[in-house]
């Protein structure tokens, strides 16, 4: 995802004309040029970065959109979904906008398969983040996208975006579900073991073939199964192209943008600019205005690519706001921030982990905070609430030899890897005792004592009585689903004991730039922005800041870019049409 920094310095070299202009390659980018091609309509795609793809290349690519086949074969309904979502954040539900998301998704599902080169997987299992409420499904809802072959774009494979290092095991991708529950296995069972090498011989062979991994997984799957799609209808694909402003005629109309980089000139786009550049959370100003969490701009991480705010920019330049009207204005991720041995900085998400058998997070006082085996987001938000009087936002996720043995932590490997290297770089810390690892760790010794000595004997029983960890299928699937009583819960054994440092990041805004029914950019009083519209990470959320499952950004990415990329032609009309009898009229 991508546009611009107004620092940029590039010429202005000449100018090119196209039906619609997309700023930003991920997937709500795609989605609304792919559909806009498919119409015959000309289109340019200009990405900041080198590489196309923006977060969805990084992410594990599902897509919450109830509504598809699997889910109506299953007797998943309407409304169910709106009564899910609704109850999800009753406060900010977004009614219009929920009532046109699930209107448009069976056939903007059936476009993408049908129409182009990207195809779905429909797991059997993909529960719902809050299985408790009222409406949630345990599957139907959230889908992904098939592996691919990267050769099928020829030499444009390696202007792809590469999987974040971090996040992968030695260069492979796992999938959320039965492919990364075998590498959960790996140290235990042969048949894991088999499993998990194949899978890195393969990758490791391709990338010394072809420079890289050729089987593309999770996010970069999907986003190269769009740029083959894009390639296949005309699209024009920029990299390297950041928009610096845009252009507006005397009417006020958005009739283009001005590009640096690569493609440096003036792009005059005769039905309008899409924004799909991402969120905000990559920019620091913005994220001391909005972020409650964040108010000196030093106390938050992103992983994600391409968020610096500049669609929010863009849309401000031309009479847009920002609306952070929503439940939560961030979709929260944990992380632990760590460097490399070269110092250069590194962040490792705590997608899944923190949810498995044998591990606590706890604060400075070494109390937990929270129940571990929510959603990223949800967990997310609680520390941030739990910490919102302390002077930065922090916990530490803590297990003992058993657990570091057979899982790890987060990216620390487990057995029989060496642990070395994660001392090095300061991700791992290591005590003997509970009391060596909180002095380590700056945290208070007879609160940790007092934390495990209370969690254990209910966790022998598998329970949770003060935060009801396990409680759902939806806990269940973050956790170890062959240990028992419970997959999530156990005790905290016999040291050495182990510690990691989590701080907040995130996967997006759900706070954006402020959209009406047909993702048109609006002002403050509501009045569309002509020629503008954002979709995607770029917009506020459809779904008020709440966060219902698997997939909850690239679901209304696909949605709402398809309809973007549909609609921006009869927007024109509509508009010209307004004006032609206003110029009548007066």
Not at 100 to 122: G, R
Not at 354 to 360: A, K, Q, R, S, V
Request: with cysteine; proline share 5%; hydrophobic share 40%.
């Amino acid at each position: 995802m991508s546009t611009a920094s107004n620092k940029s310095k590039a010429p202005v070299t000449g100018t090119t004309v196209c039906d619609v202009l997309v700023i930003g390659s991920g997937v709500a980018g795609m989605a609304a040029a792919l559909k806009a091609a498919s119409q015959d309509l000309t289109v340019i795609v200009a990405e900041k970065e080198q590489y196309f793809g923006g977060t969805t290349a990084i992410s594990a690519g599902w897509a919450w959109v109830p509504g598809n086949k699997q889910g109506v074969a299953q007797g998943d309904t309407r409304e169910d979904a709106e009564t899910y979502l609704r109850n999800l954040a009753p406060e900010t539900f977004n009614e219009a906008g929920v009532r046109d998301f699930l209107d448009t998704v069976p056939e903007a599902i059936s476009f993408f398969e049908d129409e182009t080169e990207v195809k779905f997987t429909y797991p059997e299992k993909s529960p719902d983040y809050q299985m408790d409420l009222p409406g949630a499904k345990l599957s139907g809802r959230a889908i992904l996208p098939q592996d691919v072959d990267a050769r099928v774009l020829g030499d444009k494979r390696l202007l792809m975006q590469p999987y974040m290092s971090s996040y992968t095991v030695f260069g492979y991708m796992p999938q959320v579900g039965p492919d990364i529950n075998e590498f959960f296995h790996v140290n235990q069972s042969v048949k894991s073991f088999v499993y998990v090498a194949k899978k890195l011989l393969r990758t490791w062979a391709d990338a010394a073939r072809y420079k890289r991994p050729v089987l593309r997984s999770n996010g970069n799957a999907l986003m190269t199964r769009m740029v083959k799609s894009a390639d296949d209808l005309g699209v024009r694909l920029w990299k390297s192209s950041p928009a610096l402003s845009l252009t507006r005629d005397d009417a006020g109309t958005v009739t283009g943008a001005v590009l640096g980089g690569e493609h440096a000139g003036t792009v005059t786009a005769r039905l309008g600019v899409i924004l799909a550049a991402g969120g905000f959370s990559g920019n620091k100003e913005l994220r001391q205005q909005y972020f409650p969490h964040d108010a000196d701009g030093d106390d938050h991480f992103t992983p994600t690519v391409g968020h610096g705010g500049d669609a929010a920019t863009l849309a401000m330049s031309a009479g847009g706001h920002i609306d952070d009207s929503v439940f939560s204005v961030g979709s929260w991720a944990p992380v632990t921030v760590f460097k490399y041995l070269s110092g250069k900085e590194r962040l490792f998400p705590h997608l899944r982990a923190i949810g498995l058998p044998g591990l606590i997070a706890v604060d400075r006082h070494g109390k937990r905070f929270g129940n571990e085996a929510l959603s990223y987001h949800d967990f997310g938000g609680a520390m941030i609430r739990h910490n919102k009087d302390e002077d930065k936002t922090f916990g530490y996720v803590i297990g003992d030899a058993k657990t570091m043995h057979k899982y790890g932590i987060g990216y620390a490997k487990p057995w029989p890897m060496p642990r070395g290297y994660f001392y090095r770089t300061g991700y791992l810390v290591k005590g003997n005792t509970l009391a060596e690892l909180a002095g380590k760790l700056g945290i208070d010794a007879r609160g940790l004592a007092a934390t495990v000595a209370e969690f254990n004997p209910a966790a022998v029983r598998g329970e949770d009585p003060a935060f009801g960890r396990g409680s759902t299928l939806y806990n269940h699937f973050r956790g170890d689903l062959e240990h028992k009583p419970n997959p999530n819960l156990a005790p905290i054994g016999k040291g050495p004991y182990y510690a990691a440092k989590i701080q907040m990041g995130d996967l997006g805004t759900f706070a954006g730039v402020g959209v009406n029914e047909h993702s048109e950019v609006v002002t403050t009083e509501g009045t569309a922005v002509p020629g503008l519209l954002a979709v995607g990470a770029a917009a506020v959320s459809v779904f008020g800041g709440g966060y219902p499952g698997y997939g909850s950004h690239i679901g209304p990415a696909l949605v709402f870019g398809y309809r973007a990329g549909r609609d921006i032609a009869k927007l024109a009309v509509g508009r010209d049409a307004d004006r032609a009898a206003s110029v009548v009229a007066g």
